[in-house]
Protein backbone atom coordinates (compact mmCIF):
# COMPACT_ATOMS: atom_id res chain seq x y z
CA UNK A 1 0.00 0.00 0.00
CA UNK A 2 1.52 3.26 -0.70
CA UNK A 3 -1.68 5.49 -0.18
CA UNK A 4 -3.08 6.93 2.32
CA UNK A 5 -6.86 7.09 0.42
CA UNK A 6 -7.55 3.75 2.29
CA UNK A 7 -6.52 4.39 5.93
CA UNK A 8 -8.79 5.91 8.18
CA UNK A 9 -8.60 7.86 11.39
CA UNK A 10 -8.72 5.16 14.03
CA UNK A 11 -7.26 2.35 12.09
CA UNK A 12 -4.72 -0.52 13.65
CA UNK A 13 -1.44 -0.31 11.99
CA UNK A 14 2.07 -2.02 12.77
CA UNK A 15 4.87 -0.59 11.68
CA UNK A 16 7.54 -2.78 9.53
CA UNK A 17 10.45 -0.53 9.95
CA UNK A 18 12.59 2.11 12.08
CA UNK A 19 12.83 1.82 15.56
CA UNK A 20 9.05 0.92 16.42
CA UNK A 21 9.70 -2.03 14.30
CA UNK A 22 6.38 -4.68 15.64
CA UNK A 23 5.10 -2.03 17.43
CA UNK A 24 1.23 -1.16 17.13
CA UNK A 25 -0.22 2.02 16.79
CA UNK A 26 -3.66 3.76 16.18
CA UNK A 27 -3.90 6.56 12.79
CA UNK A 28 -4.03 10.14 14.59
CA UNK A 29 -4.14 12.22 11.42
CA UNK A 30 -3.73 11.54 7.80
CA UNK A 31 -1.37 14.34 6.50
CA UNK A 32 -1.05 13.69 3.26
CA UNK A 33 -0.86 11.14 0.60
CA UNK A 34 2.14 8.92 1.53
CA UNK A 35 2.31 10.05 5.85
CA UNK A 36 0.64 9.95 8.77
CA UNK A 37 0.38 10.60 12.49
CA UNK A 38 0.61 7.35 14.62
CA UNK A 39 0.13 7.06 18.54
CA UNK A 40 0.32 4.46 20.90
CA UNK A 41 -0.17 5.94 24.23
CA UNK A 42 3.42 5.10 25.44
CA UNK A 43 6.29 5.86 23.36
CA UNK A 44 4.38 7.79 20.59
CA UNK A 45 1.99 10.01 22.86
CA UNK A 46 -1.42 12.09 21.63
CA UNK A 47 0.90 15.23 22.30
CA UNK A 48 4.05 13.99 19.92
CA UNK A 49 2.81 11.50 17.42
CA UNK A 50 4.70 10.28 15.00
CA UNK A 51 5.28 10.87 11.32
CA UNK A 52 5.18 7.63 9.00
CA UNK A 53 5.07 7.03 5.63
CA UNK A 54 2.36 4.50 4.49
CA UNK A 55 5.00 2.15 2.81
CA UNK A 56 6.96 1.25 6.07
CA UNK A 57 3.70 0.29 7.64
CA UNK A 58 1.18 -3.34 7.75
CA UNK A 59 -2.09 -1.90 7.57
CA UNK A 60 -5.09 -4.17 9.48
CA UNK A 61 -8.38 -4.06 8.38
CA UNK A 62 -9.72 -2.97 11.86
CA UNK A 63 -10.72 1.08 12.71
CA UNK A 64 -12.17 2.17 16.18
CA UNK A 65 -14.50 4.64 14.90
CA UNK A 66 -14.70 5.77 19.06
CA UNK A 67 -11.02 7.01 18.36
CA UNK A 68 -11.98 9.12 15.95
CA UNK A 69 -15.28 10.00 17.25
CA UNK A 70 -13.23 11.36 19.94
CA UNK A 71 -10.83 13.15 17.95
CA UNK A 72 -13.62 15.25 15.63
CA UNK A 73 -15.79 16.10 18.54
CA UNK A 74 -12.96 17.45 20.17
CA UNK A 75 -13.32 14.90 23.48
CA UNK A 76 -10.34 15.15 25.77
CA UNK A 77 -8.42 11.73 25.34
CA UNK A 78 -5.18 10.95 27.36
CA UNK A 79 -2.61 8.38 26.62
CA UNK A 80 -4.37 5.44 28.73
CA UNK A 81 -7.36 5.54 27.08
CA UNK A 82 -5.24 4.90 23.38
CA UNK A 83 -3.17 2.28 25.46
CA UNK A 84 -6.54 0.68 26.72
CA UNK A 85 -7.66 0.65 23.15
CA UNK A 86 -4.30 -0.88 21.75
CA UNK A 87 -4.23 -3.41 24.46
CA UNK A 88 -6.39 -6.04 22.93
CA UNK A 89 -4.49 -6.08 19.03
CA UNK A 90 -0.91 -6.26 21.11
CA UNK A 91 -1.28 -10.03 21.63
CA UNK A 92 -3.39 -11.19 18.92
CA UNK A 93 -0.83 -9.46 16.23
Do not use: C, W
Not at 7 to 33: E, T
Not at 61 to 81: M, S
Amino acid sequence: MESTRDIAVGQVVKSKAGRDAGNVFLVFDILDDKHVLIVDGDKRPLEKPKKKKIKHLMVYNKVLPEFKEKIDGEIDINNAYVRKLLEPFKESF
